[in-house]
Antibody, heavy 122, light 108 residues
Framework: EVQLVESGGGLVQPGGSLRLSCATSGFTFDNFAMSWVRQAPGKGLEWVSGISGTGRDMYYADSVKGRFTISRDNSKNTVYLQMHSLRAEDTAVYFC???????????????WGQGTRVTVSS | EIVLTQSPATLSLSPGERATLSCRASQSVSSYLAWYQQKPGQAPRLLIY???NRATGIPARFSGSGSGTDFTLTISSLEPEDFAVYYCQQRSKWLEFTFGGGTKVEIK
């Protein structure tokens, strides 16, 4: 059974840093890219960042580029999101997401963690 | 960046009625479009992938159509558990994707 368990959220002051972790199990971790998606209170879903299975390729939304860094430790089956220079608008629930293969070579977000809440406030 | 625009923002319907949700892309995404359902306090759940294919375990009352820039999610007869927020997602680029703003289907 696929499991994604996020941790590391909390209250942080503007300009501060936080590192989120997503511990996974139930699948061959280094075979899959992973992503982070966030949801601000009462708002919609926003893709934040993605990383390839090897960890070599990383992608970021413009809203976090230069401030957030995604990484993974394939020996620990864990993906991370290091967040710096946090702003009030980064306040959200952050979901760890695993893509699943569907159809003829397509991938979609089949598995989601329960999310970890990040609040940026003084 | 491909922008997805969903309409309407809110749909007020009664159980048993038909729901029609729209998603329009700012440029063609071919058929690389999915629909998700999200209930309060829960993570989203994949309903439809590649525009028109139901994910495993999704009831037949959910159907998707469209290609290119215009897509539709139809719920043929609303069940009480279908009242939720629905998001479309484009997946035309690997590891970079976007969601629409969501449509809330609420009980009239």
């Amino acid at each position: 059974e696929v499991q994604l368990v996020e941790s590391g959220g909390g209250l942080v002051q503007p300009g501060g840093s936080l590192r989120l972790s997503c511990a996974t199990s139930g699948f061959t971790f280094d075979n899959f890219a992973m992503s982070w998606v966030r949801q601000a209170p009462g708002k919609g879903l926003e893709w934040v960042s993605g990383i390839s299975g090897t960890g070599r390729d990383m992608y970021y939304a413009d809203s976090v580029k230069g401030r957030f860094t995604i990484s993974r430790d394939n020996s620990k089956n864990t993906v991370y999101l290091q967040m710096h220079s946090l702003r009030a608008e980064d306040t959200a629930v952050y979901f760890c997401v695993k893509p699943e293969p569907y159809g003829s070579g397509s991938y979609y977000e089949g598995f989601w963690g329960q999310g970890t809440r990040v609040t940026v406030s003084s | 960046e491909i922008v997805l625009t969903q309409s309407p923002a809110t749909l007020s319907l009664s159980p048993g009625e038909r729901a029609t949700l729209s998603c329009r892309a700012s440029q063609s995404v071919s058929s690389y479009l999915a629909w998700y359902q999200q209930k309060p306090g829960q993570a989203p759940r994949l309903l439809i992938y590649d525009a028109s294919n139901r994910a495993t375990g999704i009831p037949a009352r959910f159907s998707g159509s469209g290609s290119g820039t215009d897509f539709t999610l139809t719920i043929s007869s609303l069940e009480p558990e279908d009242f939720a927020v629905y998001y479309c997602q484009q997946r035309s680029k690997w590891l970079e994707f976007t969601f629409g703003g969501g449509t809330k289907v609420e009980i009239k």
